[in-house]
């Protein structure tokens, strides 16, 4: 078949799938895109050819990064097994989707990126857009992409596509090794012509597996959980993707082990199950903090173990405490000096379960999430004046909303207050970009969200900061006629920063939106309107200024058939429950100012709980 490099590129992506369960899907779907002189006579043209046959939609995106973020919440909404494709133009328009593909590797979600390069053939370097070193023209600013990727090749021949796309595949398609996949196109090969052997254009469908414990590993991990009186289960995104709720449902019932959830796997088991206890570490819930602290065995399921979910290694402060990792990476199964149990998460907590038969351990927290969820009410219907407290926009939506609802957020306060406070029954219905927390994701994210559940109502909450970085992909879901629900949290500055700055001394400077005066920024607030704003980008908007207006605008944007914003303002100063735990963010060590110099001692003293987590044995406290 004679088809050009970008012709073929399309051609092949258009008869990939995969298969898990018995379900065969395809799996790349569509592709998002804007189009330069770098792409749109190669990928471009090639989309083109197949629009009438819609084996390869394409979908015009506002801004790079933002289409790189809508496909990761499209991948992660659909568990991974399906992924959707970007192509940018050469130079500024491919670094665009760095940070994305950063997110995307972060995350362990397939997006598959086609960045365009420079000539290959150099005939008329430099080219517009072109970065020059002067070490050697073989690099470009797309090396930038190798650090970032979980895979990464340049075809500067047509005859190296092959190789190069079956490789990307491989990557994309493997839980243990999947994230951002970058297969670099120098725009004058995208249209450079080649004979291709048809099998490469076969359907072809890749298995995702399920591998199962190794007998011995599974004795190990069962000879441990056996001999511990105070276990707990840590569930992490690996549980959802693997669609295991109903199997860790089953293994915390047989047990009675009490099951605490990151961020990626919050709503693994409801939030009103009798072992449920709620987020784990610097932002979870005292109940879940309680216990582990005294844990003697963690079961950390699917979990990356980030700083937020181990309190910066000052969560689990039993002496003795072992973990147990199951993980179908390795790199996460090793972590902790764990027991590796390199599994499915499913079949682990079905082989788990099967051999822990008559092990189980008494309920101890029930008394303490009682309260717990008493203080949750609370914070939910606080009456704060004069204007409500970010916790009650959370509780109203907590209460307002379907239980398939999916609320979307990455960065700034709500991830925390979410993580702590939110009663999630569906898992599909929190998505909380946690890993590498990117400012921005938020409305992009709902975005590919919606495209991959459209019976869903989704819901993005965006604050100031992110909304002010990127919030184009608005006009994106406009133009597609995807309508998404947007809450717009103004508080005028950056809330969760300005928290953190006080904290640690820094008297929350350089943290407000204001004038600058002779001073420094410490003027009248700036006339930021981000209702306006998203109005002018095509959404409908809602203004609001107290809870009970939020409420009932709720159910109006539910039912509207077109992009709807709700916008409220918040105090950045209302009180939040705590934690009762830690985040480790360094205090200058020498200040000048009373108030850093009391925020290191503080510092000083909560450093000193934490531990290494290395020895198999126990912990070593020297």
Same mark, same amino acid.
């Given at each position: ?327 179908? /990476?390795?790199? !996460?199964? @090793?972590? *902790?000096? #764990?027991?590796?149990? &390199? ?5 682990? $907590?079905? +082989? %788990? ?20 969820? /008493?203080?949750? !009410?609370? @914070?939910? *219907?606080? #009456?704060?004046?004069? &204007? ?5 926009? $959370?509780? +109203? %939506? ?25 009663? @999630? ?198």
């Amino acid at each position: 078949m004679r088809l050009t490099v970008a012709q073929a590129i399309v051609t092949f992506l258009a008869q990939q799938y995969t298969e898990r369960d018995g379900v065969t899907q395809r799996f790349v779907p569509g592709m998002f895109g804007i189009f330069g002189h770098g792409n749109v006579a190669g990928i471009g043209q090639a989309l083109l050819e197949v629009a009438p046959t819609g084996e390869l939609p394409y979908h015009l995106a506002r801004n790079e990064q933002g289409m790189v973020n809508t496909a990761v919440g499209f991948a992660k909404q659909r568990n991974r097994l399906q992924a959707m494709a970007c192509t940018a133009s050469i130079g500024p328009g491919s670094t665009n989707m760095l940070t994305g593909a950063a997110l995307a590797t972060a995350n362990r979600i397939p997006v598959l990126l086609l960045p365009s390069d420079v000539f290959a053939t150099r005939v008329a370097s430099p080219v517009l857009q072109e970065l020059e070193q002067p070490y050697g023209y073989d690099v470009s600013v797309n090396d930038a992409f190798r650090p970032l990727s979980r895979f990464f090749d340049r075809v500067w021949r047509p005859e190296q596509a092959p190789a190069a796309l079956l490789g990307a595949m491989r990557v994309l398609t493997d839980p243990a090794e999947t994230g951002a996949v970058t297969i670099a196109l120098p725009q004058d090969v995208q249209a450079e012509a080649y004979d291709w052997p048809a099998e490469l254009f076969a359907p072809r469908v890749w298995h995702v597996p399920r591998p199962v414990p190794e007998p011995a590993a599974l004795a190990r991990a069962v000879e441990l959980i056996r001999g511990a009186r105070r276990p707990l289960l840590v569930a992490g995104g690996g549980v959802v993707y693997s669609e295991a709720e109903a199997a860790l449902r089953r293994f915390a019932e047989a047990t009675g082990i009490p099951v605490a959830d990151t961020h990626a796997g919050k709503g693994a088991l409801p939030w009103d199950h009798a072992c449920a206890v709620g987020g784990v570490g610097s932002t979870g819930t005292p109940v879940a903090n309680a216990l582990a602290r005294e844990a003697d065995v963690v079961i950390g399921v699917g979990t990356r173990y980030s700083d937020f979910t181990t309190a910066s290694r000052t969560a689990f402060q039993n002496p003795d405490v072992r973990f147990v990792n199951v993980n179908v /990476a390795p790199l !996460d199964a @090793a972590k *902790h000096a #764990g027991e590796m149990l &390199l599994a499915d998460a499913r079949a682990a $907590l079905d +082989a %788990l379960t099967e051999a822990l038969a008559g092990y189980r351990v008494e309920n101890t927290w029930s008394a303490h999430r009682d309260a717990w969820n /008493a203080t949750v !009410d609370e @914070a939910f *219907h606080l #009456g704060h004046q004069p &204007l409500p407290a970010q916790t009650e926009v $959370l509780g +109203a %939506l907590n209460e307002e909303l379907d239980p398939s609802d999916v609320v979307v957020q990455a960065a700034g306060s709500m991830p925390g207050d979410l993580q702590m406070l939110w009663r @999630a029954r569906d898992p599909k219905s929190y998505h909380v970009e946690y890993a590498y927390s990117t400012m921005g994701y938020e409305v992009a994210g709902a975005l590919g969200v919606k495209m991959a559940d459209p019976e869903r109502e989704v819901f993005a909450l965006v604050g100031d900061g992110s909304y002010l970085m990127l919030s184009s992909e608005i006009v994106t879901a406009v133009s597609e006629g995807i309508k998404l629900n947007l809450v717009l949290v103004q508080n005028h500055g950056f809330a969760s920063i300005g928290a953190l700055s006080e904290s640690v001394g820094s008297q929350r400077f350089g943290t407000s939106y204001r004038y600058r005066t002779d001073s420094g920024l410490d003027g009248d607030r700036l006339p930021v309107d981000l209702a306006a704003n998203a109005e002018s980008l095509g959404a409908d908007v809602i203004r609001v200024r107290t809870i009970e207006e939020f409420r009932a605008a709720i159910h109006t944007a539910r039912a509207a058939t077109r992009t709807t914003a709700i916008h409220i303002e918040t105090d950045p100063l209302a009180p939040v429950p705590s934690s009762e735990s830690w985040w480790d963010v360094p205090v200058a060590e020498v200040s000048r100012l009373d108030s850093t110099q009391q925020a290191r001692k503080a510092y000083e003293a909560a450093k000193a709980a934490q531990l290494p987590l290395i020895n198999p044995a126990g912990r070593d406290r020297t």
